[in-house]
């Protein structure tokens, strides 16, 4: 029996009778969820994070992400299958580690795979024969062959023979309540047959559903592709939208009347651009990468460009409707951005487009507040420092009446849209929030 067929042996054998012992690198919106789920699944799991303040809350059972479950951290920290640390030397005693750590864009708007480079050194230092590493995270295709594997085999150990390597995206829906880690299907992809029976068998005891492929790059390219999807469309619903209104048609009675179509239609909603750190990122990551093979993504590209100028679209059309029948200029005028994060009931604003807007406002001069029940204080964030600090104003007849302007940038359930609809004299809705509740608003409406 040959080292690496023994190395496979056991780890198999220790996974299938929920042995192995599991470790996710990053606890976030991606890590946490999964290292919960994977430790409901029976496995003694251990979540690494540098953030020690995060790793205190969560050994102490706070729930620090509002959709879950109030009691969920807590159960499973008193069950004694999981529990967080900040110490990467507990990697000595792992036998499975899943990297989940961000992956944002730099200042020049190119992939940043810093936060991976670091997690992956973390991780080379402690690393055994025998261990199955994963990177979750979504990167290029090539990036784990090419960066992550370098970082990991700098010690001696060989990927595929010392010790195994995957790729398994994270296709994690923040706040949607249909699917979770669990019922979502998991990409699984490996070069190597040993790495990619592991990762599969590993998940398989996870998640209800599997779907290996053929390489690393496979499976980073199956992300990206499913993100692409998103940004192409969501512009051509926001162009759409344009057009359609100068025709005298609401684009939103068209989607939810085209999706009756059983087939060759997804509907896809205008909103006032898009957000968090997917959906404008993956499209980057890939088009970056056709470039460096020598190829391009024109229509991906256009997307894109439309997508990033959605925010000053909107509040271009904001300082318009402002001045309408006599109305006021933007400068001076006082606007009410109603939720900030990226999209609804959710506490986040990673690349937000209602903090674009916001920002955009207050350059043409007008005077801006927000609203918005996940925000009581506007967090610090990459792209507008200069918010940070801000109180959300509360939502009552008196504020909104004093407003020129709401603008619904996020539709989050639990706002009174019934109270806004009698109080605010003019409401600009990028959600549909009102004709889609049905809620008549009394003063003038407008869909943007
Ligand atoms: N949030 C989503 O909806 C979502 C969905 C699918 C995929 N993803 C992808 O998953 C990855 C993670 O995203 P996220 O939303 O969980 O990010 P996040 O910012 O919510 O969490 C990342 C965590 O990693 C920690 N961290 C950073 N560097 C570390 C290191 N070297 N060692 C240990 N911990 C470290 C941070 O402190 C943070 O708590 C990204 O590549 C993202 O694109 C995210």
């Not at 036998?95 to 080379?124: F, H, K, M, N, Q």
């Not at 995270?137 to 990036?143: C, E, I, L, N, Y």
């Not at 990459?382 to 008196?398: I, Q």
């Not at 004299?425 to 003038?444: C, E, H, K, M, S």
């Amino acid at each position: 029996m040959t080292n690496a067929f023994s190395l496979f042996s056991t780890l198999k054998d220790r996974i299938s009778s929920r042995q192995a012992r599991i470790a996710t690198v990053g606890l976030g919106y991606v890590g946490l969820p999964l290292a919960l789920t994977i430790s409901e699944a029976g496995f003694p799991t251990t979540g690494i994070d540098l953030n020690r303040a995060r790793v205190d809350a969560i050994n102490a059972g706070e729930r620090v992400i509002s959709y879950f479950a109030e009691d969920r951290i807590a159960r499973a920290i008193a069950g004694g299958k999981f529990g967080a640390t900040a110490d990467f030397a507990v990697l000595q005693e792992i036998d499975v580690v899943l990297i989940c750590v961000p992956t944002p864009l730099s200042p020049a708007r190119e992939p940043d795979l810093s936060y991976v480079v670091r997690a992956a050194e973390g991780i080379a230092k402690w690393l055994r024969p025998g261990q199955l590493v994963v990177l979750e995270s979504t990167v290029w295709p090539g990036a784990t062959a090419t960066v992550v594997k370098p970082i990991l085999e700098a010690g001696g150990l060989r990927a595929g023979e010392d010790f195994f390597l995957a790729f398994s995206p994270e296709r994690e829906d923040p706040g949607n309540d249909k699917f979770d880690t669990k019922s979502i299907p998991k990409i699984v992809g490996a070069d190597d047959a040993r790495s990619r029976e592991l990762i599969d068998m590993f998940y398989s005891r996870i998640v209800a559903r599997t779907v290996p492929v053929s390489s690393l790059a496979t499976a980073e390219a199956v992300k990206l592709a499913e993100n692409s999807f998103r940004t192409v469309n969501i512009a051509l619903v926001n162009e759409m939208k344009v057009a359609m209104e100068a025709m005298g048609v609401d684009v939103w009675e068209v989607v939810r009347a085209a999706a009756t179509k059983p087939f060759g239609y997804m509907p896809f909603y205008p909103g006032p651009g898009i957000g968090g750190d997917c959906i404008p990122v993956s499209p980057v990551y890939l088009s970056w990468r056709a470039k460096d093979v020598g190829s391009c993504l024109p229509i991906i590209d256009l997307a894109r460009g439309n997508n990033d100028n959605a925010p000053d679209m909107i509040a271009g059309r904001v300082a318009v409707e402002l001045s309408k029948d006599g109305g006021k200029p933007v400068k001076g005028a006082r606007v009410l951005i109603l939720g900030v994060s990226y999209k609804k009931d959710i506490e986040d604003t990673r690349e937000s487009p209602a903090l674009a807007i916001l920002n955009r406002l207050e350059e043409m001069g007008a005077a801006c507040d927000y609203h918005d029940p996940y925000f009581p204080v506007m967090p610090q964030t990459r792209d507008h420092p200069r918010l940070a600090g801000r109180v959300s104003v509360p939502l009552t007849a008196e504020a909104l009446g004093g407003y020129d302007a709401v603008l619904v940038t996020t539709d989050h359930t639990s706002v009174d849209y019934q109270l806004v609809a009698r109080a605010a004299p003019l409401v600009l809705d990028t959600r549909n929030a009102f004709d889609g509740r049905g809620i008549p608003v009394q003063g003038r409406y407008v869909k943007v």
